[in-house]
């Protein structure tokens, strides 16, 4: 009797675990794109997301101007922001400090077209070029320290603890790339030393390149794809999950979507999550509306879901009804803080728009007195509830 009640517990403890193992593998939210484009749109007011609201204009010289923000990354101490072109380190007050990194092709210097990150492990700041060009310079200083050639093409790249860097491939159909491996781990000297695989780069049957976007949140590396319906997480000891996955309902699935050049057969139709950042409460997502022929600019919608009611709503924008009345969205998530940005010229024209509609806040009006249409973009920096 007793073998029998040992046999039954095994078979439960067996029955559980593979039940978990399951779940662990399904994703935590499923969001109908297009069940929620036909949502009504609606618009939001700022103080609803934020206890606090700060305008950080960047300075502006002729060494640190900006033709555009592309990435950006807050620390303790800095701001730093590419534009593509070149990395600089501002303070928190928007003050200029240095520019780290020099573009040409000597000992030290970068190629042009960069992404970055800063390893707050280690207290480095890494410029990727080229896809596969490394430089690492200290945060502090911005001294030049070390540099290493990848041997693969990358597209995005983060830090785990241990002196780990995570590299994420580029994603091509197999008849022009075979690797099936989606991120790299290398120590810093960029030798590999763990890889992560993604099987699913066998069905591929496209002539696409994927580009990964990253958010870090809570701890978790969220990633995704470019035209990619999942995004997954991953944690520090590469463990990885299905997070998110977006119900597109498109005709042709991105496994096999071939673009032409021509693009007669342009996919009108065709919606792709290009963007997600993720706080406590929300999603906010950025989606490509339709994929235009050569020349024809991209379209995009924002949309926002909440993550306690599972709505998704269009979105017209958040109204700042703090300060100036500009619309609001998020451009980076980091920590506890939202941050958009917006050029001089927007936030005077801005100002001129509604200055007989909208009580504009001292702080706003002090910033619009000092602003030239030429000057640098100002950060609107908000700290969330």
């Given at each position: 009797?007793?073998?029998?009640?040992?046999?039954?517990?095994?078979?439960?403890?067996?029955?559980?675990?593979?039940?978990?193992?399951?779940?662990?593998?399904?994703?935590?939210?499923?969001?109908?794109?297009?069940?929620?484009?036909?949502?009504?749109?609606?618009?939001?007011?700022?103080?609803?997301?934020?206890?606090?609201?700060?305008?950080?204009?960047?300075?502006?010289?002729?060494?640190?101007?900006?033709?555009?923000?592309?990435?950006?990354?807050?620390?303790?101490?800095?701001?730093?922001?590419?534009?593509?072109?070149?990395?600089?380190?501002?303070?928190?007050?928007?003050?200029?400090?240095?520019?780290?990194?020099?573009?040409?092709?000597?000992?030290?210097?970068?190629?042009?077209?960069?992404?970055?990150?800063?390893?707050?492990?280690?207290?480095?700041?890494?410029?990727?070029?080229?896809?596969?060009?490394?430089?690492?310079?200290?945060?502090?200083?911005?001294?030049?320290?070390?540099?290493?050639?990848?041997?693969?093409?990358?597209?995005?790249?983060?830090?785990?603890?241990?002196?780990?860097?995570?590299?994420?491939?580029?994603?091509?159909?197999?008849?022009?790339?075979?690797?099936?491996?989606?991120?790299?781990?290398?120590?810093?000297?960029?030798?590999?030393?763990?890889?992560?695989?993604?099987?699913?780069?066998?069905?591929?049957?496209?002539?696409?390149?994927?580009?990964?976007?990253?958010?870090?949140?809570?701890?978790?590396?969220?990633?995704?794809?470019?035209?990619?319906?999942?995004?997954?997480?991953?944690?520090?000891?590469?463990?990885?999950?299905?997070?998110?996955?977006?119900?597109?309902?498109?005709?042709?699935?991105?496994?096999?979507?071939?673009?032409?050049?021509?693009?007669?057969?342009?996919?009108?139709?065709?919606?792709?999550?290009?963007?997600?950042?993720?706080?406590?409460?929300?999603?906010?997502?950025?989606?490509?509306?339709?994929?235009?022929?050569?020349?024809?600019?991209r379209v995009f919608k924002n949309m926002l879901f909440n993550?306690?009611?599972?709505?998704?709503?269009?979105?017209?924008?958040?109204?700042?009804?703090?300060?100036?009345?500009?619309?609001?969205?998020?451009?980076?998530?980091?920590?506890?803080?939202?941050?958009?940005?917006?050029?001089?010229?927007?936030?005077?024209?801005?100002?001129?728009?509604?200055?007989?509609?909208?009580?504009?806040?001292?702080?706003?009006?002090?910033?619009?007195?000092?602003?030239?249409?030429?000057?640098?973009?100002?950060?609107?920096?908000?700290?969330?509830?």
């Amino acid at each position: 009797m007793k073998i029998k009640a040992t046999l039954y517990l095994i078979l439960l403890v067996y029955i559980f675990s593979c039940n978990t193992e399951k779940n662990a593998d399904l994703p935590k939210y499923k969001i109908d794109l297009r069940k929620g484009l036909d949502n009504r749109e609606q618009q939001f007011v700022l103080s609803d997301f934020v206890r606090d609201l700060e305008f950080v204009p960047l300075e502006t010289s002729q060494e640190c101007l900006l033709s555009d923000i592309y990435e950006l990354k807050v620390t303790n101490d800095f701001i730093l922001i590419s534009d593509r072109k070149k990395l600089l380190k501002f303070g928190k007050d928007g003050r200029f400090i240095q520019r780290i990194g020099r573009t040409g092709k000597g000992p030290s210097e970068h190629g042009r077209n960069i992404k970055f990150n800063v390893n707050e492990h280690t207290n480095e700041a890494y410029i990727l070029s080229n896809r596969y060009q490394v430089n690492v310079y200290d945060l502090q200083s911005g001294a030049f320290k070390r540099d290493f050639t990848l041997p693969f093409i990358t597209s995005r790249f983060d830090f785990i603890p241990d002196n780990k860097c995570l590299f994420f491939t580029m994603e091509f159909s197999p008849k022009l790339d075979s690797t099936i491996t989606e991120i790299f781990v290398t120590d810093s000297a960029g030798v590999k030393i763990d890889s992560v695989p993604d099987f699913n780069r066998l069905k591929n049957n496209n002539n696409v390149a994927g580009s990964v976007m990253l958010q870090r949140n809570n701890g978790f590396l969220n990633y995704k794809g470019h035209w990619k319906d999942t995004l997954y997480r991953i944690n520090n000891n590469l463990e990885k999950q299905s997070y998110i996955a977006f119900d597109c309902n498109n005709d042709v699935s991105w496994y096999d979507l071939n673009v032409e050049p021509e693009m007669n057969g342009k996919l009108d139709d065709f919606i792709a999550v290009s963007k997600v950042l993720e706080e406590e409460k929300y999603l906010y997502l950025t989606l490509q509306m339709g994929i235009p022929s050569a020349g024809e600019e991209r379209v995009f919608k924002n949309m926002l879901f909440n993550k306690n009611t599972m709505e998704l709503s269009p979105i017209k924008g958040i109204r700042d009804d703090i300060h100036c009345g500009i619309i609001f969205w998020p451009k980076f998530i980091i920590d506890e803080v939202m941050i958009d940005h917006y050029s001089a010229y927007e936030l005077l024209e801005n100002y001129e728009r509604l200055k007989n509609e909208f009580d504009f806040s001292d702080e706003f009006k002090s910033i619009v007195k000092d602003l030239s249409e030429n000057d640098n973009a100002v950060l609107v920096i908000g700290k969330m509830r």
